[in-house]
């Protein structure tokens, strides 16, 4: 595509070397620089060998092949005779523009249903694609566990991808007769505008706690991020909020389009007016504009009963009838590492959860402490170089709702497991009769593993579908679920 027809509706503060090139390749990673690139110097958040660098800086100690064109907002320190330079005022606001420009604009030929909160986006979007492919429409899901759709699936290294990739996946789902598309829209994406632009039809909140500090800095600032999805909306938009979350309100005042509440609370719309859990299924009295069923659910706790109302009033606006939604609620199975339950041969339950939050630990412990009257032994860790503020939180959550803690390692990172462990345990009494501190990840999960007994339930929280651990700045292969296989494998020789 010529540059002039890429940089349609863009205000070019300052142009060298200019000539209406052709563009190939739409890149922000020097590596990725290939076939006429059009190369984005965006001012942080760019990952090169597990390391974030300026990616202007990163151009400037490339010494392979070089782009044909840059588009920059910082100056830079270089120019090349040979490179179209374009100075913009918002190079993250105007990649986005230009990989819809190049890409042909897609998205708008899809039904975009976002979805953010802080816990519940990856169960909630799952759910959402499932009954909608039951009911016919051929939907694409996008998040924390990759994207895909009926015949394809591919891994993102983000939540939410950066525009480039994110506009080249919406063409592939165009191409491919998709007509809808799940996305879990994440607090980063968001402030650093991957989704700008984006007209969502749905904008969904599941849940508001602490969260990803370590990048936004305070609490305010990740909830001024989550709000970004809710304003600029117009009348046809609707918003689909958890009535019983307190950051709701903000989200009223910002919003301009259809508001549909869902919650415990007796002012919802979508309301659950009572739930129990017999045989591992969920039975939910729902009442839902003055009409009253009830849902049936593999998926457990309260928590889940939120993320099911999320989808069920999702799903009724946009028109399927509810009979459908609740047969596909009822036949979604689970979701990767999201409370995913094995049945030990000794009549124990492992649960394997992501939970990686205060608020998401606090939920599945207590959860699972309904599901027993016998032990509950919960094993976790905290990552390194991220928020350390909630170590301790959730250190003093798994104790006290805990019949036994199991202190280990999640994703060290470059920092020193032994320290992040110290961090958890600094309220922790001297006795140790209710936990231990085992670092490595393996061998406590098998200790709690060979510690549990019939009726007991053993929660493995922080990594779920995670199949690795990051140790320094190395990828190493680990599972939770291979580690609890192999150990039920070894126990039957």
Request: hydrophobic residues 35%; aromatic residues 10%; glycine residues 6%.
């Amino acid at each position: 595509m010529q540059l002039e027809i890429i940089l349609k509706n863009i205000e070019v503060v300052e142009s060298r070397n200019y000539r209406n090139i052709e563009i190939n390749e739409l890149v922000y990673k020097p590596d990725d620089i290939k076939n006429n690139a059009l190369y984005f110097c965006i001012d942080e958040f760019v990952y090169h060998d597990g390391k974030v660098y300026d990616s202007g800086e990163l151009l400037s100690q490339h010494k392979g092949e070089k782009p044909v064109s840059v588009l920059y907002e910082k100056e830079l320190r270089d120019f090349n005779p040979e490179i179209v330079y374009i100075k913009v005022k918002d190079s993250r606001k105007t990649m986005a523009i230009i990989a819809a420009n190049f890409f042909h604009n897609p998205e708008k030929q899809l039904t975009l249903i976002g979805v953010t909160g802080t816990n519940g986006k990856t169960t909630t979007a799952r759910l959402l694609q499932h009954i909608f492919n039951q009911s016919g429409y051929k939907t694409a899901v996008l998040g924390t566990l990759g994207c895909n759709w009926p015949n394809f699936s591919a891994p993102l290294g983000f939540t939410t991808p950066f525009s480039p990739e994110l506009f080249a996946l919406f063409k592939k789902m165009v191409d491919d007769k998709v007509t809808h598309c799940v996305m879990e829209v994440s607090s980063h994406a968001l402030k650093l505008d991957r989704v700008y632009g984006l007209d969502f039809s749905f904008r969904v909140f599941t849940n508001l706690t602490r969260d990803h500090i370590d990048f936004h800095g305070d609490f305010k600032d990740y909830q001024n991020s989550k709000l970004i999805l809710f304003k600029g909306s117009n009348k046809k938009t609707t918003a689909v909020c958890n009535e019983d979350d307190v950051f709701t309100p903000e989200i009223k005042k910002v919003f301009d389009g259809n508001f549909v509440s869902y919650g415990f609370s007796s002012s919802a719309l979508c309301r659950a007016a009572c739930y129990k859990t017999e045989n591992f299924e969920s039975k939910v009295q729902l009442h839902y504009k003055g009409k009253a069923f009830e849902i049936k659910s593999r998926l457990l706790a309260r928590f889940n009963v939120s993320n099911i109302m999320a989808a069920f009033c999702v799903a009724m606006e946009i028109g399927i009838k509810r009979e459908k939604i609740i047969e596909a609620i009822f036949a979604f199975e689970t979701v990767p590492g999201r409370f995913e339950k094995v049945v030990a041969p000794e009549d124990y339950l492992v649960v394997i959860d992501y939970a990686h939050t205060p608020d998401a630990l606090e939920n599945i412990v207590t959860s699972c402490r309904e599901l027993t009257s016998h032990k509950l032994i919960t094993v976790f860790g905290c990552g390194g170089d991220r928020d350390r503020g909630k170590r301790r939180l959730m250190g003093d959550i798994a104790l006290k709702f805990s019949d036994f803690t199991v202190v280990t390692s999640d994703n060290p990172r470059t920092e020193n497991p032994e320290q992040i462990v110290g961090d958890i345990v600094e309220n922790y009494p001297q006795e140790k009769n209710k936990y231990t501190v085992i670092v490595d990840r393996r061998e406590a999960i098998c200790f709690a593993l060979n510690m549990a007994q019939k009726g007991d339930i053993v929660i493995l929280a922080g990594k779920g579908h995670e199949d690795y651990q990051i140790i320094g700045r190395e990828k190493v292969h680990f599972s939770d679920k291979e580690e609890v296989e192999i150990f039920f494998r070894n126990r039957k020789k």
